[in-house]
C-alpha cells in the first residue's frame, strides 16, 4: 500500500518529459501575516530603470495595498523622484488579495529549484527585463522568494510543468491589477494626478529609508560597494521631494538682446540628442525682412543637424523689430545645454 501511494505522488509529474514538482511544498501551518514585493526594473533601449515596491499589508478588517516607484527624476540626467498610490479594500481577507496563491505553503528553495528546472536552451533578449523578489511574513517567520529576469527562464515549460510557481511569480501583477486596475501606470498622468502621487511618495519616505523593505535588497551594492546602511536609505539620500525642475537639459538664445526680436520661441531640445547626449552650441545665419521683420531665410552655420535643424525650424517662426535692420542678414547663436544642473 505504501509503495503504490508512492506511485500515485510520483506519476503526476511523469509525463512524454520529466516534470519536476515542488519536492519542498510546505504544509502552511503560520497564517500570511502581510507581504511585499520588490520589482527592479531595467532597460538599455529605453535608457530607463526603476525600483517598484508593492506592499500588502491588514489595517484592521480592511488590506491596505501600496505601489511605490523609485525612478530617475529625468531619465538623461538621473535624480530621483518617488511616487507612490494606495488603496484600501474594506472587510478584504488576505486569502482573497492572495487568491489561489497561498504564499506560506512555497519555501524559497522549492521556487529555486522549479526555475532552474525551467532554464530554457539559450537565453532571450535581455534588453529590458525585471527582476522580482516576494517578502512574506507567515507568523513570525520571513519567507524570501527570488525571481531571476524571464529570459532565464523557459516560460512555457514552468507554466507546464509547476504551475504553482507560475501563479507566484504572477502575484505581483494580479494584486496591483486587483487594487488599481489592469491599465495603472505611472506614465501619462495629469498634472494633478502627477503631483498627488509624488506627494504620497514624499510623505511615505520615512517608512521607505527605516529599512522595512531591506530583505528584498539584501544583495544590492551601493555604488558597486557593500552599503553601510540599507540600500533605499543610500539611494534616498538627501531626498527631500521631487525636483522643481526634472528636466534639466536647456536652450538658450545667447545673443538674444542684440537680435531686437519682437516675437521669438526657443526650440525643443530633441529628443535624440538627449539620448546621445549632444550638446553644444548653434550658429544661424538668418535673413529678415527689413519692412515686416519677418524670416525669409535661415541657414546653419555650425554644428550638425541633430541640434541644427530644430533650431532653424524655431527660427524660421521668428520676427524682428522693423527700422532696426539694415537689410544684411544676423547672426543667431543658440546653445543646448545638457544636464545643465550637473
Known amino acids: 500500500m505504501r509503495r503504490r501511494n508512492l506511485l500515485l505522488w510520483i506519476l503526476p509529474c511523469l509525463g512524454g518529459i520529466l516534470m519536476v514538482c515542488e519536492p519542498s511544498r510546505a504544509r502552511n501551518t503560520d497564517p500570511l501575516q502581510s507581504f511585499y514585493v520588490v520589482r527592479s526594473f531595467f532597460s538599455d533601449f529605453l535608457l530607463d530603470s526603476y525600483e517598484e515596491i508593492l506592499e500588502v499589508t491588514p489595517v484592521g ?26 488603496r484600501v479594500l474594506p472587510g478584504m481577507p488576505m486569502k482573497k488579495v492572495t487568491g489561489r496563491v497561498d504564499l506560506c505553503s512555497y519555501t ?33 517567520q520571513e519567507k524570501v522568494f527570488d525571481f531571476s529576469y524571464p529570459a532565464e527562464v523557459d516560460l512555457k515549460a514552468l507554466h507546464r510543468d509547476n504551475p504553482r510557481v507560475d501563479a507566484l511569480w504572477d502575484l505581483n501583477y494580479k494584486v496591483r491589477s486587483r487594487a488599481f486596475g489592469p491599465r495603472f501606470s505611472f506614465q501619462d498622468l495629469s498634472a494633478a494626478e502627477e503631483k498627488d502621487r509624488e506627494a504620497f511618495g514624499t510623505k511615505l519616505l520615512p517608512e521607505l529609508v527605516s529599512g ?41 538664445l545667447i545673443n538674444a538682446s542684440s537680435l531686437h526680436l519682437v516675437k521669438y520661441s526657443l526650440p525643443q531640445y530633441p529628443q535624440i540628442a538627449k539620448t546621445a547626449h549632444v550638446f553644444g552650441e548653434v550658429r544661424l545665419r538668418i535673413v529678415p525682412d527689413v519692412q515686416t521683420g519677418l524670416v525669409k531665410d535661415v541657414q546653419l552655420v555650425s554644428d550638425s543637424s541633430i541640434l541644427g535643424n530644430p533650431a532653424i525650424n524655431a527660427a524660421k517662426q521668428w520676427q524682428f523689430a522693423p527700422g532696426t535692420l539694415s537689410g544684411a542678414s544676423v547672426e543667431a547663436v543658440l546653445k543646448f545645454t545638457f544636464c545643465a544642473d550637473k
Do not use: H, M
Open 108 to 140: 524559497g528553495q522549492g521556487v529555486t529549484d522549479a526555475l532552474k528546472a525551467a532554464a530554457p536552451k539559450a537565453l532571450g533578449d535581455t534588453w529590458d527585463s525585471s527582476a522580482l523578489t516576494i517578502v512574506a511574513k507567515c507568523g513570525v
Open 212 to 252: 522595512k523593505v531591506d530583505t528584498a535588497f539584501g544583495d544590492y551594492t551601493c555604488a558597486n560597494e557593500k552599503c553601510d546602511t540599507n540600500y533605499l536609505a543610500w539611494l534616498l539620500r538627501g531626498y527631500t521631494g521631487p525636483p522643481a525642475n526634472p528636466d534639466t537639459n536647456s536652450v538658450e
Open 61 to 86: 478588517k480592511d488590506i491596505r495595498i501600496r505601489v511605490i516607484r523609485i525612478s530617475a527624476a529625468d531619465r538623461y540626467c538621473g535624480g530621483q523622484l518617488v511616487r507612490a498610490a494606495e
